[in-house]
């Protein structure tokens, strides 16, 4: 019953470093989205997928790639990190978002604490 | 732009008291309206309303959605410090094609003290 995991649950980087957080859910959901919380702003949707090899563009997509090999995973990638970065990503996932998605609230994982120093 | 406004951004209360946490919306094309609570990690789905007037209730927990308004309201009788996290309102419009994405507000912060 593992729902979507994330790994690492904390990274520190410094600045120009790249690293990829890591998202996989077992539910067999369509959808999966990367979000970024920041106190004061609320969750930010950086990337989301709507099946394996389609992937789109969020509101806040500067500095991150992401692809999806596989329905089961959504790796998001920081390409050279920067202390804007530093924030909690969460990684979402859920049937689908289509318009008869009324009953598909998102699932989240339990998120990765990055700081880029 | 789309909007997602809550309110307060922060309450503190004591066990036994009831609040009411308030969501106001601006959005194109609404699809639904959706709460979650966030203690320590992730956000836990709570509640999706999607027609107004319609009470959607869990325990002690309930919450309402006026269309004509564009506001939602989450209820909490006789709270519990287990109630204490934040309280995220998030609205669903179309944002690409089909799909639709989920605009989230700042969220509201409840500590109940014993």
């Known amino acids: 019953n593992a729902g979507v995991t994330q790994t690492p649950k904390f990274q520190v980087l410094k600045t120009g470093q790249s690293m990829t957080l890591q998202c996989a859910q077992d539910?067999?959901?369509?959808?999966m989205s990367w979000y970024r919380q920041d106190p004061g702003m609320g969750l930010r949707l950086i990337h989301y997928?709507?099946?394996?090899?389609?992937?789109d563009q969020g509101e806040v997509p500067n500095g991150y790639n992401v692809s999806r090999s596989t329905t089961e995973d959504f790796p998001l990638r920081l390409l050279s990190a920067a202390p804007s970065q530093t924030s909690v990503y969460f990684c979402?996932?859920?049937?689908?978002?289509?318009?008869?998605?009324?009953?598909?609230?998102?699932?989240f994982g339990n998120g990765t604490r990055l700081t880029v120093t | 732009e789309d909007k997602v406004v809550q309110s307060p951004l922060s309450l503190v209360v004591h066990e036994g008291d009831t609040v009411t946490l308030n969501c106001s919306y601006e959005?194109?094309?609404?699809?639904?309206l959706l709460w979650y609570k966030q203690e320590k990690k992730a956000p836990t789905f709570l509640f999706m309303l999607?027609?107004?007037?319609i009470e959607k209730k869990s325990g002690r927990l309930s919450s309402i959605l006026d269309k004509k308004e564009l506001f939602s309201i989450l209820n909490i009788t006789a709270t519990q410090t287990g109630d204490s996290a934040i309280y995220l309102c998030?609205?669903?419009?179309?944002?690409?094609?089909?799909?639709?994405?989920?605009?989230f507000g700042q969220g509201t912060t409840l500590q109940v003290k014993p």
């Open positions: 959005v194109t094309n609404f699809r639904s």
């Open positions: 998030a609205v669903e419009a179309p944002y690409s094609g089909n799909t639709g994405k989920l605009i």
């Open positions: 539910m067999n959901h369509e959808y």
């Open positions: 997928s709507v099946g394996a090899g389609i992937t």
């Open positions: 979402a996932s859920s049937y689908s978002r289509g318009r008869g998605s009324y009953n598909s609230p998102l699932h």
């Open positions: 999607t027609s107004s007037g």
